[in-house]
């Protein structure tokens, strides 16, 4: 690349933006763009290592984060391509090192992503497109073991979905979100997700509803692909607060995952089915060990202990964060809760901000019998947020006391106001855009 270029491209949030704007829609579902880009580029992503896909609802970005934890501990470079982003896009690439891999630095990104902008030459392409296409620009120029790859939405028409062969397709649950884009059911949504199956290539899947686990078993039949389902390939159960895993190569008992929440024990499961059906992946015990106890991600249940929000609750109380934003997604998280009540109890409070194209009721509905108290906040810089007055309305009219505040800040010294027996335990939730701005003005972005 020229002088010229790089000074052109100086700023990394000027590329983004110059990015962005090269479509009118943020989301265009479809593959043209992407094989013409990377056509132009050389077809970075026939130049990777190889490549585990993982779509689904819920549970992608924790699942993706114990296969790395375990490869990482048997010694394996891993990338790692996932989305959304939280504080900085630069968390949506980590590049595999020995020893654990590593975000990438803002001049590798901003020099792979005016890459793209140079060859794409202005052509319409979204930035969701460009941010995927500079993932496999950046793996294929870094050596590494394999490369770890999160759908961003749905499977059939997302931009990860050009890579021809696998190492293995895994399926997290599937349920219901992104209606507007996948469909208005469990079948249709099911279908968009299990298209990223490839033939020949193992399938591993998540407990799923029976609708979604037809349609799943559908495609790899049609694919010839191995399917590997939990509950019939492989099972996982929780005995003693360990995790006891088991398929036909034998059981393994193991500790109990460090990230919190009883459905984290299916996603390590999960996890440890994927690199056992792989053949070229002969991971030790330790290192399934290890990846369970060491596996981080952010924003899933993730107790903030330090930075600056913490000081504004009450003294004493809890606050823990989580992205989720659909109903199934609010279920995971009410019975995680559900878990902490039951060990030490303390009374509730939920923070909350939505999206516009959110069921807000729907979400909320798993707290109505856990919490006394919503309080109601705007997601900031965000055109398509839901005003807090709608999602105000919504809590209503499942019989939660709710008021509104102007912000996370306002509504943490709020919560400190009132007078509760116990410090409470508060509950930010409903958005990773939300989760995103927490971690930011807490100062505890991830790493």
Known sequence: ??????????????????????????????????????????????????????????????????????????GLRVHVFTSPWLVRINES???????????VDDAQLRDALATCEQVNAGAPITFFEVKTVAAFLLFARHPADVVLLEVGLGGRLDSTNV???VAASVLTPISMDHMEFLGTTLASIAAEKAAIIKRGCPVISAEQEPEAMAVIEQQAKRMRA???????????????????????????????????????????????????????????????????????????MQRLSTGALTTLGPQGSE?????????????????????????????????????????ARAFLANFAGLTRHIIVVPIPDQDKAMAPSDLADAARTLGMRVEVAAGVEAALSGVARLAYELPPRILITGSLYLAGHVLAINGTPPA
Do not use: C
């Open 1 to 74: 690349m020229n002088d010229s270029a790089f000074q052109h491209a100086a700023s990394l949030d000027e590329l983004i933006a110059r990015l962005s704007a090269l479509h009118p829609s943020q989301i265009d579902l479809g593959l043209d763009r992407m094989h013409r880009l990377l056509a132009q580029l050389g077809n970075p992503e026939r130049q990777l290592p190889p490549v585990i896909h993982v779509a689904g609802t819920n549970g992608k970005g924790s699942t993706v984060a114990y296969l790395r934890a375990m490869l990482e501990a048997a």
């Open 93 to 103: 690439y980590r590049l595999g090192r020995v020893g654990g891999g590593v975000l």
């Open 163 to 165: 890579v021809e062969q």
């Open 226 to 300: 191995p399917l590997f389902a939990a509950g019939e390939g492989w099972h996982v159960n929780v005995e003693r607060g360990r995790l006891v895993y088991q398929d036909d190569r034998g059981l393994l008992d193991l500790p109990a995952p460090k990230l919190f929440g009883r459905h984290q024990f299916g996603n390590a499961g999960l996890a440890i089915a994927t690199l056992r059906a792989i053949d070229t992946f002969k991971l030790p015990t330790r290192a399934f060990e290890a990846g369970i106890t060491g596996a981080e991600w952010p924003a899933r």
């Open 319 to 359: 606050i823990w964060l989580d992205g989720g934003h659909n109903a199934e997604g609010g279920r995971v998280v009410a019975a995680a809760i559900g878990d902490l009540e039951e060990r030490v109890s303390r009374p509730l409070v939920v923070i909350v901000g939505m999206m516009a194209n959110k069921d």
